[in-house]
């Protein structure tokens, strides 16, 4: 342990203790903590703490780089030691880190005016899923050449396991797209919008939706069938393209095969 000797580790509440100080620093240094010559070493303890929160500030900083743009570097540090404290790491694999940064952020009070950013962290915790999820094949166009209109409407698609759909009272592609530079003329938080995260191949494709096309594909993505997608759907929307809309689905792979009647692909 570069922190020093461990005296006592299976004493009660230790390990515990030693957890809770190393990722926040108002936690006193937990007692046993000494140096090779039996000397408790409160600095080398502080070395050791900062290390570590500041390789997980560094994750964090990765799998939200849009939350980051647009919070800037200090107030997201803020942001996320305060998340750091109440979440210690469960997996040695960096990539898993920040699963609960969502809701972290729904419900820290000094963000309760920028609910934006929940959505934004989903998505950006969307674009981490599909980037590492399962290969599979996709659905092509022409398997529903052959069916017949009546039959095309009644059927339902599963989910390709890379595919995540989110709807948005706000701009969430807008603002998901602040990781590649932060526009001049910012963003119209009055636009709701959605956006849509497959993989098709070996990279992973951010597809911006409107609100009408978020709610559709949502609604073929849980399951319901394609004509009762398309009537949840023109009840909100008389005007909406379901043939363009499907055609997105298509073309960046959001759903798997078609089914046989046995289940089999």
Known sequence: MTAGQIQNPTEAGFNSGFGAALLDPDIAIPDGITDAQGDVAPKRFGVYRN???????????????????ILGEDNF???????????PPRSPMMQHYGGEF???VAGF??????????????AERAFLAAWHAADAPLLDGNELAGIAPEQTIALSFRKHPATTIISSLFP????FAFRNGRPESGADLQKAQGI???????????????SGEA?????????????????????EHP?????????????TGMFLPISTPNGDE
Not at 172 to 175: E, G, I, R, S, Y
């Open 51 to 69: 290390n570590v929160v500041v390789g997980l500030m560094e994750a964090l900083k990765a799998a939200f780089p849009s939350i980051l743009v």
């Open 77 to 87: 540090s803020r942001v996320a030691r305060n998340f750091i404290a109440l979440h």
């Open 102 to 104: 969502p809701q972290f």
């Open 109 to 122: 009070a000094p963000l309760k005016n920028a609910g934006y950013l929940v959505d934004v962290a989903r």
């Open 172 to 175: 969430v592609a807008d603002l």
């Open 196 to 210: 849509a995260f497959t993989r098709p191949g070996l990279e992973v494709i951010a597809t911006t939706l409107t």
């Open 215 to 235: 709610h559709f594909l949502s609604t073929l993505a849980l399951g319901e069938s394609l004509g009762e997608a398309a009537g949840a759907v023109l009840e």
């Open 239 to 251: 005007d909406f393209d379901i043939s363009a809309a499907f055609a997105t689905a298509i073309n």
